[in-house]
C-alpha cells in the first residue's frame, strides 16, 4: 500500500500542556487498532506529540512498516513536522492460525516481516535521532507468547520471541547514549486481532464461540481480559522519566498469567 502523508494541522497533535511527556515527540505504530488507539489517547493525555501509523485511520500516516520505505517515511515524517523524535511504540501486529503441517509460506513471511524486521528497520533509520540526546525510547508490544508458546500460532510465537531479542540487542548498544528499550507482554485483551481469532479458534478445536471466550478469560488468573488502557498506561510510563532504569525488560500486563 502507498504512503500517504497525515493531513497538516491533523494528527500528530500534542496532548495535555505539562503532562510528563511534553515536548516529546512518538511515533506509534498500529495506532488504528484496539491497544493502539488506547496508546495514542495514553501517550497525548501525558503530554506527547505523536505521529500515529497504520494501514488504516483517518488520524494515521499510512504506511506499511513491514517496509523499508514505510518505516523510513515515518520517521521522517516525523522529523520534518517536529524537528525531533524521542519514543518509538512499536505496536503494529497480525495474527495467522493453523498446523505447522499446513501453515502457508506467506502468512509465516507477512507475520516475521511486520513483527521482527518491521521493528529492526523501525530501531535503524529512528537510532540516529533517539540517541542524539539522553532520553531516547524503544518500547514494543510483545505478548505473553514472546514468553511461552501456544498451538496453531507458529509464526506469531516465532515473532515476539524473536523481537524479545532485538529489544535486548537495543537495550545494551543503547545504554550508553541514555536510551532504553523495552517489551510489553499483554494477555488476551479485547481487540479486533483477538476478534478475528475466535473464528479460527473454534475451527481448530472444536468448541463455540462462548467456549473460546471463556477459555481466553479462564487462562488468565484473574479470570477476565486485560483492557487495554492498563498497557497503555504501562507504554507511557515506560515512555517517561520514570522508565529511565528499566532496559532490557519484558514486563508482562496479563493479570498474573505468566506467573504460574
Keep these: 500500500m502507498a504512503e500517504q502523508a497525515l493531513p497538516e494541522g491533523g494528527a500528530p497533535a500534542g496532548g495535555g500542556p505539562g503532562g510528563p ?31 500515529p501509523v497504520d494501514l488504516r485511520g483517518d488520524d494515521c500516516l499510512i504506511a506499511d512498516v513491514a517496509s523499508a520505505e514505510g518505516n523510513r517515511r515515518m520517521v521522517d515524517l516525523a522529523l520534518e513536522r517536529h524537528g525531533r523524535l524521542d519514543i518509538l511504540v512499536l505496536n503494529a501486529g497480525a495474527q495467522a492460525m493453523n498446523p505447522i503441517v499446513s501453515y502457508s509460506e506467506a502468512d509465516w513471511d507477512r507475520l516475521l516481516n511486520l513483527m521482527v524486521k518491521g521493528p529492526f528497520l523501525a530501531m535503524k533509520f529512528a537510532w540516529p535521532h533517539l540517541t542524539r540526546q539522553p532520553g531516547g525510547r524503544i518500547i514494543v508490544t510483545s505478548s505473553t ?5 501456544a498451538p496453531y500460532k507458529a509464526a506469531y510465537v516465532a515473532a515476539k520471541h524473536a523481537v524479545l531479542g532485538l529489544v535486548k540487542v537495543a537495550a545494551l548498544e543503547g545504554a ?41 478469560a479462564a487462562e488468565q488468573p484473574a479470570r477476565r481480559f ?26 508482562p500486563a496479563d493479570t498474573g498469567t505468566l506467573a504460574s
Design 145 to 149: 507468547l514472546g514468553l511461552q508458546g
Design 226 to 251: 486485560v483492557e487495554t488502557t492498563e498497557v497503555a498506561g504501562l507504554i507511557t510510563f515506560l515512555a517517561g522519566k520514570g522508565g529511565s532504569a528499566i532496559n532490557g525488560a519484558c514486563i
Design 176 to 216: 550508553a547514549a541514555g536510551l532504553t528499550a523495552n517489551a510489553v507482554a499483554p494477555g488476551w485483551m479485547r481487540t479486533p486481532i483477538a476478534e478475528n481469532q475466535i473464528r479460527d479458534h473454534m475451527r481448530l478445536r472444536g468448541i463455540s464461540r462462548d467456549e473460546v471466550i471463556a477459555s481466553m
Design 21 to 51: 511527556l511534553t515536548g516529546r515527540v512518538a511515533i506509534l505504530t498500529g495506532a488504528a487498532g484496539g491497544l493502539g488507539s488506547a496508546t495514542l489517547q495514553a501517550l497525548r493525555h501525558a503530554g506527547a506529540t505523536v505521529v
